[in-house]
């Protein structure tokens, strides 16, 4: 019934102590006293039967009475009786049955004959119909506080994770239940997303929906449902002592979503618990639908973000003051400007009317159609911008192209026309001699005129890689010696010299091709040295990669550093507004470089030290060549099947240099046969073996004039 404390013996003392017992026991109500740790020290028969825990269960413990949402007020009553005298408060407490009972509570704190502080003792008595309807009221109103509080709370939750703890968290505070947990409706299944006063391990536990107890309450049509019993077949069942298990459902978008679970397992549950329940379920809809229409927003956004950052277009989206608010990385890849640069600023170039296209240059030297459209509704513009650098350059090619040609042939068809025009009204009029000359001067402008047909057709081939070569070991000191020999009674303002090593190793390549190319450099060296000079072409083997290489040096014009690569390009010539004055189309160093790469070479272009330009061809030592090639058979039979690329190296170009051919003037040497693609043959040739096509017409490009022809005429 109590726990004693120690005091003197005496019969004094013994008659006070039964005395203070019978007191206690015969009070018609309930006597608790706390000791001063807040442990029960005192509990009588009165407290045994309002109660319903004996005093040996509370003895030495914290009074199982108070609610735990009543607790802060119970530790403030305590606090307010230490220090300011008896404290009478209107309040509820708990029986060992779950029932709420509605008390006035005494309270006091017990002083010894020194002043000592002992303990508190209280006496608790049942408030009557007005007191409790009072409290009743009093509670409601805090109820619905609370509820406020938490509904709040979880509103201002936009992440859907933290909303459903929030949910049941809040639910078992309002509910007064032992535990809670939501489960998602996710079709036939319901899976539990969160909870609270559950072990953890039960997070996305999954059961059949059509057979649960969320099942039961859709088909019954009920906001609320309350069941009791047994309940060792479901997962809440890890609740020890579960009586009583409550729900009611929460919808999105008018459809079911989930379902609040309220499990009891010390407490009888009454019409406040559900109807807050229920109210809680209804809120928690409203928290949901936020939550689930911000989780579309961000996903939807996320998505509109990967596809504006994917696209190869660069894109921009710009407020209503027209500054940068989005850019993607095509746009930074083709501008330039990062995002960084340009958020917050004026796009970096102008803007066409909403829903026309302009064509604009950047200062990096892109070409770009920039599209605008403004997003109805918004007051906001896309601009849309993709690199059309590629089409504009075909666009000013074909332009060049057309120019080009067209002055070209116009000059030999003109003189055609005119001495044909001449020969048909004036034959019988005309010398022998005179009807010669312009038969004579016809044919040579026939002659251009195919020349020219020539170098197109095979720039067009060159183009397409339908360039062939016949590579094998061949003598190129001979093969440079006899082109200095045609190349030097051309010109009476050129000096041709040579400086060919004379142990100069045999190169590895086709003849004809190399012939085509070292008289494209000849001629080009004449040509952009109109004021003369002296031509170099000299040849030396590379020791360190085992190549041979050949330069052709000139005293002329010169070449600019822009221009070194850029001369490589089909239509180009490196002084391009003197076009006019050297005359050609612009192919010959395109085919050249073709030519080159096809035989496993190379062809550059360089500033001379002085004035002038050198140009130097690469090819493989036909030696090295070999031993590569000997190398991989030796591989091929210690592992058969393997390094078949090896062997075939010799006939075959190195990784990446296979671009089409190059235009070179080929050059018929005295008493050496016509290149290894001899005129006649067509594109219907067999391939060579390493697959490589040159057309065989090699022999008809432009030719430089022998002396035995007009000598005072330059090649074109």
């Not at 740790?37 to 039967?49: G, P, Q, S, T």
């Not at 006649?680 to 035995?708: E, Q």
Request: glycine share 8%; aromatic share 4%.
């Amino acid at each position: 019934m109590w726990r004693r404390r120690q005091t003197t013996a005496g019969p004094d003392q013994a008659r006070i102590d039964a005395t203070a017992r019978a007191v206690i026991d015969c009070a018609p109500g309930p006597v608790i006293a706390l000791g001063r740790d807040r442990a029960v020290c005192v509990w009588n028969k009165a407290a045994e039967r309002m109660f319903g825990w004996t005093a040996a269960e509370v003895l030495g413990l914290e009074p199982p009475i108070i609610p735990r949402e009543l607790r802060a007020e119970h530790n403030a009553m305590l606090e307010r009786a230490a220090g300011g005298g008896p404290v009478s408060l209107a309040s509820r407490r708990m029986s060992k049955g779950g029932e709420m009972l509605d008390l006035r509570i005494d309270t006091s704190a017990l002083i010894d004959e020194s002043a000592e502080r002992l303990g508190w003792i209280m006496l608790c008595h049942l408030s009557d119909e007005d007191i409790a309807a009072r409290h009743y009221m009093a509670e409601r109103a805090r109820v619905v506080r609370r509820l406020g509080d938490v509904v709040a709370d979880m509103n201002a939750e936009l992440d859907l994770e933290a909303v459903l703890d929030r949910i049941a968290a809040s639910l078992r505070e309002l509910t007064r239940a032992d535990a809670g947990g939501f489960v998602l409706i996710e079709g036939e299944q319901l899976r539990l997303v969160s909870m609270d006063g559950l072990p953890a391990e039960l997070r996305g536990r999954t059961a059949d929906m059509p057979s649960s107890l969320a099942g039961e309450l859709m088909r019954s049509g009920n906001t609320v449902l309350m069941r009791t019993g047994g309940f060792e077949d479901l997962i809440w069942s890890a609740l020890p002592g579960l009586h009583t298990i409550t729900l009611s459902l929460s919808h999105v978008a008018g459809k079911p979503y989930g379902a609040l679970y309220a499990l009891y397992s010390r407490r009888k549950v009454d019409h406040v618990d559900l109807e807050l329940l229920e109210l809680l379920a209804g809120h928690a809809s409203v928290a949901l639908s936020n939550a689930t229409a911000f989780a579309e927003v961000v996903r939807q956004r996320a998505h509109e973000r990967a596809v504006i950052d994917s696209s190869a277009d660069g894109i921009a989206v710009l407020d209503g003051d027209g500054l940068v608010r989005q850019w993607n990385p095509a746009a930074h890849a083709l501008t330039g400007v990062s995002a960084a640069q340009a958020t917050g600023k004026p796009p970096p170039f102008p803007l066409p009317e909403p829903g026309a296209t302009l064509t604009r240059r950047l200062p990096n030297g892109r070409w770009i159609d920039v599209l605008c459209t403004v997003l109805e509704g918004r007051d906001e513009q896309v601009i849309d911008f993709r690199d059309v650098t590629a089409a504009k350059e075909l666009e000013e090619a074909k332009d060049l192209f057309l120019a080009t040609t067209s002055h070209e042939l116009r000059t030999p068809i003109t003189v055609v026309q005119g001495f044909a025009s001449t020969l048909a009204s004036r034959w019988d009029k005309l010398l022998d001699s005179d009807r010669h000359s312009a038969v004579r001067t016809i044919a040579e402008r026939a002659e251009s005129l195919a020349r020219l047909v020539d170098q197109l057709l095979l720039g067009s081939r060159a183009g397409a890689n339908r360039l062939t070569v016949n590579n094998k070991p061949f003598d190129l000191a001979k093969l440079l010696t006899d082109a200095a020999t045609v190349f030097r009674p051309l010109s009476e303002r050129h000096v041709l010299e040579t400086d060919i090593a004379d142990d100069l190793p045999e190169a590895h390549g086709d003849p004809g091709a190399t012939d085509s190319i070292v008289s494209q450099l000849l001629e080009n060296a004449f040509k952009y040295s109109p004021d003369g000079g002296t031509v170099t072409i000299a040849a030396r083997a590379v020791a360190g990669d085992r190549s041979i290489e050949v330069t052709v040096r000139d005293q002329g014009i010169g070449i600019a550093a822009a221009d070194t690569e850029r001369v490589f390009e089909r239509f180009v010539q490196g002084d391009a507004g003197d076009r006019r004055r050297f005359g050609g189309i612009g192919l010959g160093l395109y085919i050249v470089r073709q030519l080159a790469r096809a035989q496993g070479g190379e062809v550059t272009a360089a500033a001379a030290p002085d004035r002038g330009t050198i140009m130097r061809l690469m090819l493989r030592q036909a030696a090295a060549v070999s031993e590569d090639a000997g190398a991989g058979d030796a591989t091929d039979a210690a592992a058969p099947g393997a390094g078949k690329a090896v062997g075939a190296r010799a006939d075959a170009a190195p990784p990446g240099a296979v671009p089409p051919g190059v235009e070179r003037p080929g050059v018929e040497r005295p008493g050496a046969g016509p290149p290894a693609a001899a005129a006649g043959a067509d594109d219907r040739a067999p391939a060579p073996a390493n697959g490589r096509r040159v057309p065989p017409m090699l022999s008809r490009l432009p030719r430089p004039r022998t002396p035995s022809h007009d000598s005072s005429r330059r090649p074109d």
